[in-house]
């Protein structure tokens, strides 16, 4: 999940799924939930947890993209 913050304009990664995946399609439940499809044709529905947002905008620079901070690990925060 991206947020983008207009006065930086940036996009900075706070959530993102424990499991690498190749989507093809995916839609929008609700502001918090995303049901999608993967290459090999599994369907999986992902929900973010309560409060990662408001923690992504405690401290907006743990979650800035990998190439600018150097981790390679993903957003500190994984959907359900």
Known sequence: MLKYK???NQ???FAD???KRYTNAFCLLDEDTIAAV???????????PPGVE???ED???????KWEN??????SAKMD
């Open 6 to 8: 207009p006065d930086d």
């Open 70 to 75: 150097g981790l390679f690990n993903g957003a």
């Open 59 to 65: 401290d907006p620079t743990q979650s800035r993209f």
């Open 17 to 19: 799924d424990v499991l």
């Open 54 to 56: 408001e923690d992504a």
């Open 38 to 48: 993967d290459k090999f044709e599994n369907l999986y529905v992902v929900r973010l």
């Open 11 to 13: 996009l900075y990664i």
